[in-house]
């Protein structure tokens, strides 16, 4: 009875709802893929002790973690709307997206810069530094801008991250790297407009990810096929992240030109 009468006192701001646990199981998930890539990539890297299979298993867990956390991401929005949110739900959101989806990938570019070579090390650092702060300003810009319903402003966090990982895991050579990861940096702090993932939309979504899952795990453990399942779904993530931003564009531009068409309509009659 005490128990329950301290539950009943406890402020409302500080109990966590069902969607907030989910909130909080995207920021450990980021936390644990930071872990991973320091212990299994660049760690072994700095000593010169690492096997490439246990490399590449550690650098494939690290990634697999920012897709969970992706589905957590979706999972408690949707749980939310369904149930209900705590106060603290909205700042949870954001600081759990800080880490899975700001830190994570931009701590995989540091060591990615690090482990291609010395010579590279400072602009990695650059590029991953400008990926940290545009999800930052993304993220405050979020919380401060009241847009209409169904669409973000800017790459989403989470598609972002994961186009950025999917570069890296391409091997390119290292400026168009570079720029490619800038570009989605500028993406995530843009003004082009992208669709909340609801209904349909989140279901393809999900899927993705559970697909992308498969091929890196094939990937990981050296399958028949993985490498060139990786390859081909690192690629179909960057041809999403850059050919959406043109749907997106190409769609303002017909509905700014509909409405132009209407207002002249509308003045000569």
Request: with cysteine.
């Amino acid at each position: 009875m005490d128990e329950a009468e301290d539950d009943d006192e406890m402020p409302l701001s500080m109990r966590l709802s069902i969607a907030d646990t989910l909130t909080l199981a995207n920021a450990t998930c980021g936390f644990l893929a930071v872990y991973f890539t320091t212990t299994g990539v660049l760690i072994p890297h700095l000593t010169g002790s690492g096997d490439v299979g246990v490399v590449r298993n550690n650098a494939a867990t690290a990634v697999l973690l920012m897709l969970l956390a992706s589905v957590f991401d979706l999972f408690d929005g949707l749980v939310a709307r369904k149930l209900r949110s705590s106060p603290m739900g909205a700042e949870l959101d954001n600081l759990s997206d800080l880490i899975s989806f700001g830190l994570a990938p931009a701590y995989f570019v540091l060591v990615w810069g690090m482990v291609v070579g010395s010579v590279h090390e400072p602009l990695s650092a650059l590029a991953a530094i400008v990926v940290l702060l545009a999800v930052v300003l993304r993220l405050a810009r979020f919380s401060c801008v009241t847009l209409r319903d169904g669409i973000f402003q800017g790459m989403p966090s989470p598609f972002g991250a994961l186009t950025v990982v999917s570069i890296v895991l391409l091997e390119l050579p290292f400026v168009p790297t570079l720029l490619a990861i800038l570009g989605v940096a500028w993406l995530m702090v843009s003004r082009v407009e992208y669709p909340k993932p609801r209904g349909t939309l989140a279901i393809a979504m999900l899927g993705w990810i559970v697909i992308s899952m498969g091929m890196l795990t094939a990937w990981a453990f050296d399958a028949p096929g993985g490498e060139l399942m990786l390859q081909t779904g690192c690629s179909l993530q960057v041809v999403l992240g850059a050919v959406i931003p043109l749907f997106a564009t190409a769609r303002r531009v017909n509905a700014f030109r509909g409405h132009r068409r209407e207002a002249r309509a509308a003045a000569q009659s």
